[in-house]
């Protein structure tokens, strides 16, 4: 989301919340009700698109018909006029979710009897809990928050654009802590959980009527660039591979739509081989509704249309523009400009009514099963009910608790000295400009929180003597008060240091240029663990990876933590693992690459490495250079171990279909390969098969662990095969001493499957091998 106006104003995070409560004032409407159609007074009420016994799709229609032309334009921005005739209120489409309800947009405010609202960890440190449970429920708890904002009329919508599912490509990218990580696969499983949970379906997918609120996947396709080396993200014109976008920027948003059942998707700015993603009608109609079945709607990042003849210089007029657009099979424009320019490029004969009709039928029919067209939501169940006691209730606080402290990751501890005695601990310090600045804790996107813990707050809930120094003067750490903290640092029992980022160096519309720590927070770090009796321990909120390779190898430095940007509970959830109330399980989401890495362009949109020409591929699928952290590390207090069981209680796949099928011979003539087309959605059901793994808590402690599986070929890279790819995870608690199985459903033309250069997903005849850990299981695909 985002426009060159409204997210390039503000810089300081300060200012930025400033304005957003400034705002949300203004906005205030007078009605203390949600607004909603086909009430008993409604001058509509025995029409057709009143009929709840109808399909949403035909009563959608139905009311379109009902409409001028003039009307239909009107509604064909994120701010939908009303159409007082018919009894359809005002609408706003434009909210945001990404982690918490957010300020962000126009349809939500915080001005009437909920002022603040749960804010849960940024999405990146969510999605190092490997746990899609977790983000179930943490999609249902904004869901419900949104739904009980709704009847109480502070929200003048309940299409939610979030999740952002697009692949964390490039370290650098500022808006990559909004996302699930960089594998396909996690960044799917975590798309539809998540669209689930806020739609208000159950963990299996089963719908409910009405829907609990819209939710939107984003930004389709390959957007993973802000503003680099003088490219932004509003000209860019990204080169991708047929074979990428198979299998690795295109996989989220079809396990949104297809598996999720979000109800929108939303195209991005990028130019994606020369056509801007909003007018591509191979994405939005053949691709989106087609493919893969799209039963809501299609919006446009804001003013994304605008910018395709402004910025992009696609079509010769704003009419061309907006015709082109809409044929494509954009619904919805954010912004004004379909509405500006909409009559005229009717009037032009550069799109029909029809184009606009098609696109409103979608538009209304989301809005019919929110439930918007059948008369007060405050009488209807299931969400009726919801109000202001449902938010920022002790579950949803204890549901952001949970994710932060679930999501950390313990990237070293020397010697076992995490996690600390809090009786054994006398003086501390806590140095850092990330240790009491609660603004860090939301990354962007972020809504008033119901309540902040800082790391400094948690801190002294631990222990009595606590003294605290900022140490930088920001994040950018021009200035450094580095004698001020070695003498704090030598005068202390333990040093806790709060490092990292902050939205000055990665949100939208600012990619990073380095990976080290910014300004003067290495040196800063060096000298205070030198001065120390002690070794420290470092803490780094950040979104994005960084470079601590010198803090890898200090021995003065005894542990370091991520624990991104972790919402409202962050600085409990941190506490918590230092002093050993909470076992850390999360596991990294990305590759923590080197500083070296920047060399590579970031508009080189390649993930698989060229070792011809030295470029070294992106993410653990592809990247063969060296590494910081590898993406899925993670440290534990326990030792556990894994066995794949592979000895006859894991039946191997049905592969006798394969005899009646064609093999084509690879283009490089090192084997031959099955094509999914050709096995069919029942044979593809046919080879599906459980792997088991057994998973033992040696101790000394209970705690959480997530199994990772993955599969790996014996000629990875030949023909463009990742080196290894995700089949799936399993998170588990156990008991010190507890051993457990958990299980994999395996579908090989899901998990086994790779892209051709063509884009067309094939089965590799001969062995493949199911990894967790050093553990391998064999699984050999011949007639």
Request: glycine share 10%; with cysteine; proline share 6%.
């Amino acid at each position: 989301m985002g426009t060159i106006s409204r997210h390039d104003a503000t810089t300081a995070a300060a200012a930025l919340l400033l304005l957003a409560l400034t705002l949300s004032s203004s906005m205030a409407a007078a009605a203390s009700g949600p607004g909603f159609s086909c009430g008993p007074s409604s001058p509509a009420r025995s029409l057709p698109f009143c009929d709840r016994s109808l399909p949403a799709a035909r009563r959608a229609a139905d009311l379109v018909s009902r409409m001028t032309v003039a009307e239909k334009v009107s509604q064909m921005g994120d701010e939908a006029a009303g159409v007082p005739r018919l009894g359809v209120p005002a609408y706003k489409y434009w909210s945001e979710g990404l982690h918490g309800l957010a300020f962000w947009g126009h349809g939500l405010r915080f001005d009437g009897a909920v002022k603040g609202v749960t804010s849960f960890p940024q999405v990146l440190l969510t999605a190092a809990s490997f746990d899609e449970g977790l983000w179930f429920r943490i999609g249902q708890a904004i869901g419900r928050e949104a739904r009980a904002m709704y009847n109480l009329g502070q929200a003048e919508g309940l299409t939610i654009w979030s999740p952002n599912v697009n692949i964390f490509r490039d370290p650098r990218w500022g808006r990559g802590q909004e996302t699930p990580g960089e594998d396909p696969a996690t960044a799917s499983k975590y798309a539809v959980a998540f669209v689930r949970g806020i739609q208000g379906s159950s963990p299996g997918g089963a719908g409910t009527a009405p829907l609990q609120a819209s939710a939107c996947c984003k930004h389709a396709t390959a957007y993973d660039l802000e503003d680099w080396n003088g490219v932004q993200r509003y000209n860019f014109k990204a080169t991708v591979t047929a074979q990428d976008l198979a299998d690795t920027f295109n996989p989220p948003f079809r396990s949104c739509v297809v598996d999720g059942k979000a109800t929108c998707v939303m195209c991005a700015y990028t130019g994606v081989n020369g056509v801007p993603a909003c007018a591509s009608s191979d994405l939005l109609t053949k691709t989106f509704r087609g493919e893969w079945g799209l039963d809501g709607y299609v919006a446009s990042d804001c003013d994304a249309v605008a910018i395709m003849r402004d910025a992009q210089r696609y079509a010769p007029t704003p009419e061309d523009t907006v015709a082109v657009a809409l044929k494509a099979g954009l619904d919805l424009n954010c912004g004004t400009y379909t509405q500006d320019h909409g009559m005229s490029a009717i009037r032009q004969g550069k799109m029909a009514e029809k184009d606009v009709d098609k696109a409103l039928t979608n538009l209304f029919a989301v809005r019919m099963r929110l439930g918007h067209f059948d008369g007060d939501p405050r009488g209807s169940a299931p969400y009726g009910g919801l109000g202001a006691a449902d938010i920022c209730t002790p579950e949803h606080k204890n549901l952001a608790l949970e994710a932060a402290q679930d999501g950390i990751v313990l990237l070293k501890n020397d010697g076992g000295l995490l996690p600390l005695d809090r009786s054994a601990v006398g003086g501390a310090a806590a140095i850092g400009h990330n240790a009491n600045d609660p603004l860090v804790l939301s990354g962007n996107y972020f809504g008033p929180a119901c309540e902040t813990t800082t790391p400094l707050k948690g801190l002294q809930g631990y222990l009595k003597n606590v003294r605290f120094l900022a140490g930088c003067n920001s994040a950018a750490c021009g200035v450094a008060a580095t004698g001020q903290a070695v003498s704090l640092a030598s005068s202390s029992d333990y040093v806790f240091l709060f490092m990292g980022l902050s939205q000055e160096q990665e949100k939208e519309g600012l990619d990073r240029t380095s990976l080290l720590l910014p300004g003067k927070q290495q040196s800063l770090i060096t000298a205070v663990a030198a001065a120390a009796k002690r070794p420290v321990i470092l803490v780094l909120l950040t979104g994005g990876p960084v470079d601590v390779t010198f803090a890898q190898s200090n021995p003065k430095i005894g542990a370091i933590l991520w624990a991104g940007y972790p919402g409202q509970a962050g600085g409990l959830a941190i506490a918590r693992v230092l002093f050993g109330d909470h076992n850390p399980s999360g596991r990294l989401p990305v590759t923590w690459y080197p500083e070296e890495f920047t060399k590579i362009p970031m508009t080189d949109m390649r993930m698989r490495a060229n070792p011809a020409t030295g470029y070294p591929g992106r993410s653990y699928r592809f990247y063969n250079g060296r590494t910081v952290y590898k993406f899925g590390y993670g440290l534990s207090y326990s030792k556990f171990s894994h066995r794949l069981v592979a000895d006859g209680k894991n039946p191997a796949p049905d592969t006798s279909l394969f005899a009646g099928l064609p093999s084509t011979l690879s283009s490089r003539d090192i084997g031959s390969y099955y094509h999914v087309d050709d096995i069919g959605t029942d044979g593809c059901e046919q080879l599906k098969f459980p792997a088991e793994v057994e998973v033992e808590n040696h101790g000394p402690m209970d705690g959480k662990h997530s199994v990772l599986m993955f599969l790996r070929w014996p000629n990875a890279t030949d023909d463009g095969r990742p080196t290894s790819q995700l089949v799936g995870f399993r998170s588990q608690h156990l008991k010190a001493g507890e051993k457990a199985s958990v299980w994999f459903d395996v579908s090989p033309c899901e998990h086994f499957s790779r892209a051709r250069e063509d884009g067309k997903m094939v089965i590799d005849r001969g062995s493949h091998f199911l990894m967790v850990g050093k553990d391998e299981w064999e699984i050999s695909f011949e007639a």
